[in-house]
C-alpha cells in the first residue's frame, strides 16, 4: 500500500536558520506530492504541491522537489521565522485510489527568536 | 479561511453516545473526505464521498458511517463512542480531478468522557 515516512520531530531552529525535512513516499503509479501545514488550534492548509517528477512546488519562501529516483519530496526554506513554527505534514495522493491523501506523521518545528 | 465549514467546533460526549458531525465543502467541490487525527493513530483518512455516492474507504470503524446529500454537504455519524474514538476530526473537500489538493475544514474535536 501506499505510505509516507516523514522526519522524526521535534525540529527547534533559530530563526533565520535553513530548514529541511525529509519526507519519502511509497506508492504505486504516479502520486501528487503535497505539503500542509497545521498552525496551532487550526486545520490544515496546503503549503505546496507537486503532480509529476521533477515538479518543483513552492511557497512562501518554502520548496520541494518531487524525485521520481529517489521516491522523496523534501521540504526546504533557506531562512526560517517564528510564524513558520507550526506541524508540517507531508503527504500524497494516489490518482489511482480516488485521490484521498495519506499522510506522514508529521513534523513540529519550532523556531526560535 | 479555506471555504470548508465543519460543525460543531467541540463536543463533549458520553461512551456509549452517538454524535454527528456536519461539514460543508468549499462552493463547487464534489468530493468530500473525512479524516481523524489522534495522537497514536495520526491522520487517519476515513471515508470518501463524491457527489452523493460513496467512493472510498479507509481505516473506518462500523460504529462510523457518513453520507453525502444532495446539496454536497455530508455527515458523519459515531456511534456507541469509546474514549478511543477522542480525537479530531477533518473534513476536506476538493473538485475530485487528478492533482488538485484538498482544502480542509478546522476540525470537530471530540471528546468522549
Known amino acids: 500500500g501506499n505510505s509516507v515516512t516523514q522526519m522524526e520531530g521535534p525540529v527547534t531552529l533559530s530563526e533565520e536558520a535553513f530548514l529541511t525535512i525529509n519526507c519519502t513516499y511509497t506508492a504505486t503509479g504516479y502520486p501528487s506530492l503535497f505539503w500542509y501545514v497545521q498552525y496551532p488550534g487550526e486545520g490544515l492548509q496546503l503549503l505546496l504541491k507537486a503532480t509529476k517528477a521533477d515538479d518543483k512546488g513552492s511557497n512562501k519562501g518554502f520548496e520541494a522537489t518531487y524525485r521520481k529516483e529517489t521516491t522523496s519530496f523534501h521540504l526546504e526554506k533557506g531562512s526560517v521565522q517564528v510564524s513558520d513554527s507550526a506541524v508540517y505534514f507531508c503527504?500524497?495522493?494516489?490518482?489511482?485510489?480516488?485521490?484521498?491523501?495519506?499522510f506522514g506523521s508529521g513534523t513540529q518545528l519550532t523556531v526560535l527568536p | 479561511d479555506s471555504g470548508v465549514t465543519q460543525t460543531p467546533k467541540h463536543l463533549i460526549t458520553a461512551t456509549g453516545q452517538r454524535v454527528t458531525l456536519r461539514c460543508s465543502p468549499r462552493?463547487?467541490?464534489?468530493?468530500v473526505y473525512w479524516y481523524q487525527q489522534s495522537l497514536d493513530q495520526g491522520l487517519q483518512f476515513l471515508i470518501q464521498y463524491y457527489n452523493g455516492e460513496e467512493r472510498a474507504k479507509g481505516n473506518i470503524l462500523e460504529r462510523f458511517s457518513a453520507q453525502q446529500f444532495p446539496d454536497l454537504h455530508s455527515e458523519l455519524n459515531l456511534s456507541s463512542l469509546e474514549l478511543g474514538d477522542s480525537a479530531l476530526y477533518f473534513c476536506?473537500?476538493?473538485?475530485?480531478?487528478?492533482?488538485?489538493?484538498?482544502?480542509f475544514g478546522q476540525g470537530t474535536r471530540l471528546t468522549v468522557v
Open positions: 462552493s463547487g467541490d464534489l468530493s
Open positions: 476536506a473537500s476538493s473538485r475530485g480531478r487528478q492533482g488538485t489538493e484538498a482544502f
Open positions: 503527504a500524497l495522493s494516489d490518482n489511482a485510489l480516488e485521490r484521498q491523501l495519506t
